[in-house]
Nanobody, 119 residues
């Protein structure tokens, strides 16, 4: 069984920074692409950033480009989301997920971590 555990969320003022971590159980972490998603109250869950298995290819939602950075440490089975210049509209529950190896979807999800940005 694969388990994903996020941490690092919290309350921060606008303009501040947070770094989220997602640690994945199992010995095959380095074989999979990973993604960060977020869901604000009353809204659908949206993709924020993705990273390939080796960490040399990333994608970002337009709303976070230039402010967020996704990176990974395969030796620690962990993927990170560094968030700078935070805005109140970044307030959401943030989830990490593992990309399926056989389908265009994400097959395992963490429980989420709350990020609240005050104005």
């Amino acid at each position: 069984q694969v388990h994903l555990v996020e941490s690092g969320g919290g309350l921060v003022q606008a303009g501040g920074s947070l770094t989220l971590s997602c640690t994945v159980s199992g010995r095959t972490f380095s074989s999979y692409a990973m993604g960060w998603f977020r869901q604000a109250p009353g809204k659908e869950r949206d993709i924020v950033a993705t990273i390939n298995w080796s960490g040399d290819s990333t994608t970002y939602a337009d709303s976070v480009k230039g402010r967020f950075t996704i990176f990974r440490n395969n030796a620690k089975n962990t993927v990170y989301l560094q968030m700078n210049s935070l805005k109140p509209e970044d307030t959401a529950v943030y989830y990490c997920a593992r990309r399926s190896a056989i389908a265009a979807s994400y097959d395992y999800w963490g429980q989420g971590t709350q990020v609240t940005v005050s104005s």
